[in-house]
């Protein structure tokens, strides 16, 4: 068949379907290829082409080129051949039950994006991660599709609700597969979402792709998959690589946790001391202090209220951006310089605000130490102001933290209450001498 | 015979996609362990070298230094394409006439053997479509890519391989020509004048492994085989000459199990263990092996691995390779036996174990690792299976004494895909003008030039340019030394140098050499100490003089050599009287030892003359 057109084939080209195969001439040079999506980044008039030798490259069509597309092709395809049907459904019983939500850990490339998109089918999963149950059933539970960017705090109930099910069903315990970004911030919801916990919730993520050879997902997901199974825990945890090495991975505990580098395997970090334990050649060495356990069974600790708000503080913020970044909120946690100040203009506005009865709660932009109010006299203007130091919680963790507390109660007080108290082991009482390792 | 090749350039510009200098370094500040999965690329389809290298399961440990950053951890996504590189390769397609492509794609190789952190080597198609023309023969040239050096191998054990990262992403300009190359001097040749052109850009790394070949090879009837990674240009000829000559054993070999109806080999292997139990010496002495002993019959490969006369290639070589690629030491086969500890009635068990008959062979493999000696005999049953069709397509590693071993499978298409961390890159006009308006001249220009300027032979100019010289020779003919003396020097005298014991590499600079050439012209020394003076310079002598002095060409004076002629003259007079001028040929080997290049030889000859012109004035 021909497709020739005179006047200009870049027309023509560009409906053409994708995996087409295709013979492009300019009069003197002829190129043959398959037709691959056009890159989001690509140049205008630039058609890509996978030539025999599996190089992709763009040749621009200009006005007088013509084409003739061919029977059949020689070269790979572009899209992955199916991969075999889904798993049978099986019990629950003695299952570690793996939970999907998307992210790096469950994506591939995608073509058109010129980026990475999340899986949504259990068999693509499968597919990545042949050797996942190794060790014992592993039962995958899709719950969404995304990147972590894009998982909001309504969200956060609908996980948990999914891990109290997957307990109530009998599991010995749950793996949640989740975009790295917000991964944080979804570990703290669990913990203050999840109450009388009979097993281990592991948060994993990955840094890599699974596309890549060099991924971190499947090591990451096994040291997870173990975490899971170990009877000594019974609290959130997010298990990640410990260095750059795949051999070591890190237990951190859901409050203390946060991503503390872009692109690093060992991105996440236990702020203000060693993290729970480790995972080395598959043993899981557990520190002192892990919670144990409850007899269950477990529940949804909810519901959370999401009129809260964070707020990073910095020397040009004014108090009328402050204010109205807080207007219509029930709550705000500010990070604050140092251990937990803010310029002396916005003493005004949070004076008002928490004499309407909204929190307003301090953590230090610092991330490891304590928010301490008494040491300048910044920090005693801003405790008499009605302001909530919350020690050495994250930011991150503060703001989780209110949303729950928020939707625990409608009286100020007893939303104070809730934040000051220890209710999953998140503030730290002691900083060891020795720093983070 | 058809050979192709492709041609690999370090270039000195830094980095392909980060910002650390194109360095070596022996500094290790780091080190991890990694291991590599597979995976596939756009299809599901795992390619035949990703399964391979991945089916050896080896774990990788990685040292890190001042060479390196996150990037090369692949901890980091990569940076935009090096510029300066990507100028670099866009003037080397310009120089060999090949055709630009207008939008650069990035893509991932795979690669799992653990040379790359990210388990894909990075490389972008550059340029096709260009053209060679040596010694009156045109040679096409296929491709001209841009993409990042490996990591090397810097260690390992069994279970552990040890890569340096230092050289991982420096870039390598890739330069592959069509398969019009008949013959290993032809190979030679060719990769002598892409390299003289690389370099030419004045932006390439130099010294040992910088410039790095593959050869294509393959004979009528045979298989295209990959011989990777040789570094030394004057071992080209031996690769290719000597991987012609395997193919045609290996279908001889093919000829002769298709007359003998071989049937496909079978790979259950039969355990022999205990036939073996008083063996005591060689590879399967009960006290030494910690394994089982594995038996693998062949049917019809009797006689057929052991070399035929007149060749020294053999299918029991090529099986053995299989098995050390996993780890093992060797193989036993039956061609071989008995020997290495292992007698008559041993070989007569194996074979009525095995049901033997009389066109059949067998092969021996023991290990510590059962499950490991197990894939060894699948791997030995595959290639011999493989022989009865011919020559598997696979890569080779280069050896030094000019040999090559089986590395892997070849490589298909399914292990490249889209890197889509970088993006693609338009190849803009103005650009590939700016680039034309600047290209350094032809390689085949300056020689014109050169033989024209300074009245050298073509030869000498070829030579030149084959050991990189031309630039120190222009220089040095700038400051006025005679173009003679300049090009014995480069072309003869540098790479000659004897070398000093513990001293690997000599690379004088062109001001050690423009001075060493004046004082030899000022008659400090004869030209005839120039080996001995580079010697010198190669062993550490930091200037002219000391380097007279460690050569003992420092210090004979005038008078020195007037008194060791007489002296000499004096101790011969009566040969002198008898054999009268006849006898100058000895006396002048004499003074010569003695002298050992300190003076000229022409004033020697000289004043030997005079002095047995005085001795015997009848002579």
Known sequence: MSGADRSDAWVALRSLPMGEHVEVSDGERTWTGTIVPHHELSGDRILQLKLESGYNIGIRIEPGFTFRTLAESNAPPVRGAPVPGGTVPRSATGSVVLLTTGGTIASRVDYETGGVRPVKEESEVLAFYPELEASGAVRIVPVFDRLSEDIAPEDWPTIAQHVVTAYRDGAAGVVIAHGTDTLGF???????????????????????????????????????????????????????????????????????????????????????????????????????????????????????????????????????????????????????????????????????????????????????????????????????????????????TAYVKLLWALGHSADPKRVEELLRADRVGEFRDRHDAGGPP | MKAGLEVHQQLATGKLFCACPSELSDDVTLSFVRRLRRASGEGLAIDPAVEYQASRGFSYRYEAG???????????????????ALDTALQVALLLHARPVDEIEVMRKIVVDGSNTSGFQRTALVAVDGRLDVAGKRYSILSVCLEEDAARKSGGSDAEVIYRLD??????????????????????????????????????????????????????GGHRTEIKGVQELRLIEQYVEGEAARQSVLLGIRDELRRRNAPPVGTVATEVTDGFADVTSGPLAAASRKGPVLALRLRGFADLLRSPPGTDERLGRELAEQARSIGLRGILH?????????????????????????????????????????????????????????????????????????????????????????????????????????????????????VREYGLSEEIVRQLAAADALDPFETLASYGRSPGAVARLLVQEVPGVALPPGIVEFEPSVDALDALLAAAEAGRFAKEGIPNMLSAFAGGAKDLEAALTVSGLGGMSREELEGLVEKVVRENARMIAARGGAAFSPLMGDVMRAVRGRRDGGEVAKLLREAIARSNPAA
Not at chain 1, 237 to 262: C, E, L, N, Q, Y
Not at chain 1, 351 to 372: F, Y
Not at chain 2, 68 to 76: A, F, P, Q, R, S
């Open chain 1, 186 to 396: 979804t570990a703290a919801a669990l913990s203050f979402l999840l109450a009388d916990l009979p097993g281990p919730v592991v948060l994993v993520g990955a840094q890599r792709s699974p596309d890549r050879p060099s991924s971190d997902g499947a090591s990451n997901l096994r040291a997870a998959v173990a975490v899971a199974r170990d009877p000594r825990i019974g609290e959130v945890v997010v298990v990640m690589h410990a260095g750059p090495s795949d051999d070591r991975f890190a237990i951190h505990r859901g409050t203390w946790v946060r991503k503390m580098h872009s692109s690093r395997r060992d991105a996440f970090h236990s702020q203000n001391g060693p993290p729970l334990g480790y995972v080395v050649d598959g043993r899981v060495e557990l520190g002192a202090g892990v919670r144990p356990p409850a007899a269950g069974p477990p529940r949804l600790d909810g519901p959370m209220d999401a009129r809260g708000g964070l707020l990073w503080f910095y020397p040009g913020l004014t108090a009328d951006r402050a204010e109205t970044f807080s207007k219509g909120m029930r709550g705000i946690v500010l990070a604050g310089t140092g251990l937990g100040h803010v310029g002396s203009w916005h003493l005004t506005w949070i004076r008002s605000a928490t004499a309407r009865g909204m929190i307003v709660a301090m953590t230090t932009q610092c991330l490891e130490g304590n928010a301490d109010p008494y040491v300048y006299a910044t920090g005693r203007e801003l405790l008499r102001a009605g302001v909530l130091y919350l020690g050495d919680l994250l930011p991150e």
């Open chain 2, 66 to 84: 001042p060479s390196n950053c996150l990037v090369e951890m692949d901890e980091e996504p990569p940076h935009p394409v090096n510029p300066t």
């Open chain 2, 167 to 220: 050289r991982l992403g420096i870039p390598l300009i890739e330069i592959a020509t069509g398969p019009e190359i008949t013959s290993g001097a032809e190979a030679r040749a060719v990769a002598e004048e892409i390299g003289a052109i690389v370099r030419s850009t004045r932006r390439v790394r130099r010294g040992l492994g910088t410039i790095r070949e593959d050869l294509n090879v393959s004979i009528e």
């Open chain 2, 334 to 450: 039956s061609d071989e036996l008995p020997g290495y500890g292992v007698d008559a009635a041993h070989v007569e068990a194996v074979a009525r174990r095995l049901g033997l008959e009389r066109e059949d062979a067998f092969v021996l493999v023991t290990d510590g690792s059962r499950e490991r000696a197990e894939r060894a005999i699948a791997r030995v049953a595959e290639r011999a299976d493989r022989a009865r069709e011919g020559i598997p397509g696979e890569t080779r590693d280069p050896l030094p004494d000019g040999r090559t071993r089986f590395s892997r499978p070849l490589p298909g298409r399914e292990r490249m895909y889209p890197e889509t961390d970088v993006p693609p890159i338009s190849v803009e006009r103005a650009r590939l003008e700016r680039l034309a308006e600047s290209l350094p001249e032809s390689t085949a220009a300056r020689r014109a030039r050169l």
